[in-house]
């Protein structure tokens, strides 16, 4: 099966991973708690469209903190 990815492809990927490895999970959580309460705010001011906006973000902080928790555990090799 042919190659359809750049030859460094892998390298950057794991400078990636490097990086995002750096960051606590909890600043994903945190993230999801803030959008979800910034929402909540929205919501209650009458802002129905913006707070599902910003409510919407709290599941992709979320699976961001999956990724990371992975990464970790993975040891990034």
Known sequence: ???FGTPDEGQHTKEIENQTAKIPSTVFLAA???S???SLT???M???HSALFV???A???LLLGIYNK???TSGND
Request: charged share 10%; proline share 4%; glycine share 12%.
């Open 55 to 57: 409510g919407q973000w």
């Open 70 to 72: 992975i990464v970790k």
């Open 1 to 3: 099966m042919a190659n």
């Open 46 to 48: 009458g802002c129905k």
């Open 36 to 38: 979800m309460g910034a």
């Open 59 to 61: 599941a992709p902080f």
């Open 32 to 34: 999801a708690v803030v």
């Open 42 to 44: 929205l919501k209650c």
